[in-house]
């Protein structure tokens, strides 16, 4: 049960706090769509989606109405979309069909267009993998994502030296658009099989034929509960850590409602402090509101530990399930404080790359400029990749080269998407070191069984 309190905070954060839901992302396996032929297999997975996901987003504004609570996004999130084309070589039917389906149904995007290629590629799924820029940019809901490490097997320099030549691709494909293919594609160490976020989510291999992931969301929140912090740094992780487990149970209490209203099963709650452009609604803010006078300083980094660690804490007494990415979100044209500090220069990706260390994901939605070579961009993907590998957790990159455009400019996508200033880059040539190809062992600690 729910007291009268907890009522009137929920409604005080939904009013003034900037508490949502960020989406309710609906798993759909693909696995029963897979024929030998393209048309076929498309028709199929088509049939599936809008059979499946058909009512999601009236079951999503239903109870937010009734709630009082605004969900977001309706998302739908598929089997990797490599493993269901691999008989029929039909990837570019199916992913027609997907977009399709998602424009017809009504939701923000979709997820799944991925491949795992953390150990090596076949030749098939290097195929795959090329097709990605021309997928995302004919397409308008598609997500797009490739796993090129894990802890277990290391990291796959040559499916990471080919994503830095997809990513400019997929840049120039869209460079009428500010490059915004490239905001739908990550590259993932260690990717989880229940993220409900995009442009990362995929439903995994061992998810049931449908089921729902939500994650919430609540920067603003844990912001304005700060405010009235005056003690010490305990004190402080305290108060994320209950107020972190406030934003949880709405979570929970729309994953479960929301299963129930579409027959399916009830997968997880990620707890992950999402945010948006909106002001007051920025990871940054509560980092300066904890004591740094802007984000990117130093102490950045320990300040972002901290809030990590309590949102987990608190968040994962809320729920039964709690998986996904849980934690901190730092995407830069996301949230105006980042956005702010990237573009004074206290922000840089150097110290984005230290931050990602110890909260979740990676080098989120950072702009650079143009002509930034595909060499450094691997290698780019190939640091951030290591941080993942060697911690055992989810790392991940998407990272923007936007055509036409050069350090100082700003690079503009529109909705939740935000815009980025864009950020220098360091130009010493790693080139030697990308093209050698080949493997990264697998850290000594993987060596577990």
């Not at 960020?22 to 769509?33: E, Y």
């Not at 929970?252 to 909106?278: H, M, W």
């Not at 849980?326 to 150097?350: C, H, N, Q, R, Y």
């Not at 950072?366 to 989810?394: L, M, W």
Request: a negative charge; glycine letters at 10%; aromatic letters at 4%.
């Amino acid at each position: 049960m729910y007291s009268t309190k907890e009522i009137l905070e929920t409604i005080n954060m939904v009013s003034h706090q900037h508490l949502d839901v960020r989406t309710i992302t609906l798993g759909v396996s693909l696995f029963d769509c897979i024929t030998d032929d393209a048309d076929r297999t498309a028709a199929k997975v088509y049939d599936k989606i809008m059979r499946t996901a058909g009512g999601l987003v009236a079951v999503g504004n239903a109870i937010s109405e009734e709630i009082g609570i605004p969900i977001v996004n309706k998302r739908v999130s598929v089997t990797p979309v490599s493993l269901i084309t691999a008989a029929s070589r039909g990837h570019m039917q199916v992913i027609r069909a997907l977009d399709r389906a998602a424009k017809e149904i009504g939701i923000d995007f979709l997820g799944g267009y991925s491949a795992l290629v953390h150990k090596a590629m076949t030749p098939y799924e290097r195929e795959f993998i090329e097709s990605i820029p021309e997928a995302l940019a004919t397409t308008e809901k598609v997500c797009s994502s490739v796993n090129v490490a894990t802890s277990k097997a290391g990291v796959n320099m040559d499916a990471v030296r080919l994503m830095g030549s997809i990513f400019k691709r997929a840049a120039y494909l869209t460079r009428d658009q500010d490059s915004i293919a490239c905001a739908k594609l990550v590259v993932f160490a260690n990717a989880v099989e229940d993220n409900p976020f995009m442009a990362g989510a995929f439903l995994g291999t061992g998810e049931d034929d449908s089921v729902v992931n939500v994650g919430v969301s609540g920067p603003g929140v844990v912001k304005v509960a700060l405010e009235e912090v005056k003690g010490d740094l305990t004190q402080v992780a305290e108060v994320i850590k209950q107020t972190a487990f406030k934003i949880t149970r709405v979570g929970q209490l729309v994953a479960a409602e929301a299963a129930k209203r579409l027959n399916v099963s009830c997968g997880i709650v990620d707890l992950s402090l999402a945010p948006t452009p909106a002001v007051g609604d920025s990871v940054a803010h509560i980092l300066e509101e904890i004591g740094l006078e802007s984000v990117g300083a130093c102490g950045t980094t320990a300040a972002l530990a901290m809030l990590n660690d309590a949102v987990k804490k608190g968040g994962i007494m809320a729920s039964s399930h709690v998986g996904g990415l849980s934690g901190a979100f730092i995407p830069v044209s996301e949230d105006a404080g980042m956005i702010a500090a990237a573009s004074k220069g206290v922000l840089t990706i150097e110290k984005l790359e230290a931050m990602t260390a110890v909260c979740s994901v990676g080098l989120d939605m950072i702009a650079i400029p143009g002509d930034v070579s595909e060499e450094i961009i691997s290698a780019i993907i190939a640091d951030e990749i290591a941080i993942g590998v060697v911690n055992t957790k989810t790392t991940a990159v998407r990272v923007i080269p936007v055509w036409g455009k050069k350090e100082g400019d700003t690079a503009v996508f529109g909705g939740l998407l935000g815009e980025a200033p864009i950020m220098p880059v360091n130009r010493s040539d790693p080139s030697v070191f990308v093209h050698r190809g080949g493997r990264i062992p697998a850290p000594l600690h993987s060596n577990k069984n």
